[in-house]
């Protein structure tokens, strides 16, 4: 089992930045891939960065690519998501995911059934 607590949720102007993080707990860290996801009010959640339980590997939605960045700390056992250039359309509670299967195809990580574990989410609203 793994629990996933997110954190750095917040305001922020159009054009500012915020750091979302991601703390697990519950099995070895770098066993896992590990994905944020984001739901805005009304639309379905869509994928927005995954990182590979090694760090080599990252991927990105082409509507963030260029602006988030996502990384892993394992140290504290965390992934973290730096979001710069932030827009309004940016708003939405963002979820970080988890999962331990292994997956040989980048799309994979772009599925929220991919993922075995979630996160309670985290509020993002970028103000125009």
Known sequence: ???L???GGGLAHAGGSL???CAASGRTF???DMGWF???PGKEREFVAAISRSGDSTY???SVKGRFT???DTAK???ALQMNSLKPDDTAVYYCAATFRIYYSAAAYFRQGAYDYWGQGTQVTVSS
């Open 77 to 79: 056992n965390a992934v």
């Open 1 to 3: 089992q793994v629990q």
């Open 70 to 72: 996502i990384s892993r």
């Open 60 to 62: 990105y939605a082409d």
């Open 30 to 32: 770098s066993s896992y």
């Open 38 to 40: 984001r739901q805005a």
């Open 5 to 7: 607590v997110e954190s």
């Open 19 to 21: 750091r979302l993080s």
